[in-house]
Nanobody
Framework: QVQLVESGGGSVQTGGSLRLSCAAS????????MGWFRQAPWKERQFVAA????????YYADSVKGRFTISRDNAKNTVYLQMNSLKPEDTAVYCC?????????????????WGQGTQVTVSS
């Protein structure tokens, strides 16, 4: 069993920055691929970023590429999402997810555990 707890969400203005954290406990975090997804009101869940077990491989949605950075600290059992140049369309609940596989994936169906999410609101 894996527990994931996100933090770091909040309200910012357009162009601002936030850093989300996802603290994991339980199953060996360092062997799990991790991902961030988001869901805006009345919209489907959307892939944001993913990272493999070692941090050597990362993937990003086109909409966030160049603005967001995913990273991890296996010593702290934590994955991060640094979000810069935020836009109103980034407003959503952001959730982190963990998968049994070591690789990164942009498909929500390949993830086995999910956090509750943290709200990010970007105002214009």
């Amino acid at each position: 069993q894996v527990q994931l707890v996100e933090s770091g969400g909040g309200s910012v203005q357009t162009g601002g920055s936030l850093r989300l954290s996802c603290a994991a406990s339980g199953r060996t975090f360092s062997s799990s691929g991790m991902g961030w997804f988001r869901q805006a009101p009345w919209k489907e869940r959307q892939f944001v970023a993913a990272i493999n077990w070692s941090g050597s491989s990362t993937y990003y949605a086109d909409s966030v590429k160049g603005r967001f950075t995913i990273s991890r600290d296996n010593a702290k059992n934590t994955v991060y999402l640094q979000m810069n140049s935020l836009k109103p369309e980034d407003t959503a609940v952001y959730c982190c997810a963990a998968r049994f596989s070591r690789g990164a994936s942009d498909s929500e169906y390949t993830y086995d555990y999910w956090g509750q999410g943290t709200q990010v609101t970007v105002s214009s």
